[in-house]
């Protein structure tokens, strides 16, 4: 039995997603002081889940976790994966990105593209992505990945 249900995000959701997006964003040290600096980033717009791009992990209940994703030509973007910090280290995220290649898959997009922080780094190559190169952010460098979507 699977530990988590992954579903479509519903607009009454929109609370607990902005409650996990501040907490999870703020959660790592290293980029507190600059997300503090910029507030206006810690806000979770509600465009991506009207638009249903956005996908949360349910335990029992409660949601704690959710992926945001948008298409982009031949593949899928990965603009949010963020976790409750409650939750964290225990396959939530795996099973988001999990979801987001089958998603990818049934869309025939060919694979899952992010730009990532170099704390998250570890965790998305466990899960299969691959480092592309840097691109410029409005925080710095940042890492470009991809995954392979294709069987």
Do not use: C
Request: proline share 5%; net charge negative; charged share 30%.
């Amino acid at each position: 039995m699977p530990k988590y249900v992954i579903r479509f995000a519903v607009p009454n959701d929109l609370d607990i997603l902005r409650d996990v997006f501040r907490r999870s964003s703020l959660s790592n040290e290293g980029d507190r002081p600059a997300l503090l600096a910029h507030p206006d980033v810690l806000v979770f717009d509600d465009a991506p889940v009207r638009e249903q791009r956005t996908r949360v992990a349910v335990a029992g209940a409660r949601i704690v976790g959710f992926s945001t994703t948008r298409a982009v030509g031949d593949f899928l973007e990965l603009d949010d994966l963020f976790v409750d910090p409650e939750w964290m280290r225990r396959g939530v995220g795996t099973e988001l990105v999990r979801d987001m290649v089958a998603t990818a898959r049934s869309g025939n997009f060919g694979r899952v593209e992010v730009t990532a922080n170099e704390h998250a780094r570890a965790f998305y190559e466990s899960v299969g992505f691959v480092f592309d190169g840097l691109t410029q952010t409005r925080f710095g460098p940042g890492l470009r990945m991809h995954l392979d979507a294709a069987r």
